[in-house]
């Protein structure tokens, strides 16, 4: 095999996707690599030619892509389901966060709530907007750049409270995770894999694909802080 099998894929599937590139290769012998970057720098890059052969991304994303014709038809498939959770920096204060009331006296109560660009920021602004509390957070909510860690905030200072997909929070340094948000405010993200219409080896990307959908990459998502979507 001349090269590597490529993937692109956002931050929040980084680790799972990492470990398995490294299971596929010593098990099945096909050599993965994925680069890992903000789910809006992956999309323009997909939109701009990348040279690639699978993509993975939040399934509204790479539906869109396959709208557009640069993911093959029929081949998309969701692979796991992530958690938006809450943190705040390690040794700080740890707010209840039982209750939607826990939960707005949370937001009401930090200086600074930092969130993503990816579908967790969406969903979480929408949120806020739902809980009516746009106006009061306004000038406290803080962004992290495309590819940047909403918890590499809480460290910085810049924020001191921080929601971002559990798979990107759970092993930063400095950083404790609070937990999932509660009731109807919970909010998930599905991320999806399909095979780039740019891929020179379609059939061995969809090959790829199969054993990312597997039992056993299940089972490396779940200690990465997903889950699949037959989990209960």
Not at 134 to 155: E, I, K, M, N, W
Request: hydrophobic residues 45%.
């Amino acid at each position: 095999m001349d090269r590597d099998i490529s993937g692109l894929s956002s931050m929040a599937t980084r680790p799972v996707l990492a470990e398995l590139s490294e299971h596929i290769r010593l098990a099945h012998g096909l050599p993965v690599r994925f680069d890992s970057a903000g789910g809006v720098e992956i999309a323009r890059r997909v939109r701009e030619g990348a040279e690639a052969d699978l993509l993975v991304l939040a399934d509204g994303a790479l539906a869109e892509l396959e709208k557009e014709g640069h993911v093959l038809e029929g081949t998309t498939r969701p692979l796991w389901i992530s958690q938006v959770v809450a943190a705040v920096a390690e040794g700080a204060p740890v707010p209840a966060l039982g209750s939607e009331s826990d939960l707005r006296a949370a937001l009401t109560s930090a200086k600074g709530v930092a969130y993503s660009t990816g579908p967790s920021g969406t969903a979480l602004v929408d949120l806020i907007t739902r809980l009516d509390l746009a106006d009061t957070l306004c000038d406290r909510l803080v962004q992290a750049p495309p590819g940047v860690p909403a918890g590499s905030l809480l460290a910085s200072g810049r924020a001191d409270l921080a929601f971002q997909q559990h798979s990107e929070l759970m092993d930063l340094p400095g950083v404790v995770v609070i937990g999932p948000l509660p009731g109807d405010t919970a909010i998930s993200s599905t991320f999806s894999g399909g095979v780039l219409t740019a891929s020179s080896r379609p059939g061995l990307a969809r090959e790829v694909l199969d054993l990312l959908g597997s039992d056993t990459a299940s089972r490396t998502a779940r200690a990465r802080g997903m889950r699949a979507p037959g989990d209960q």
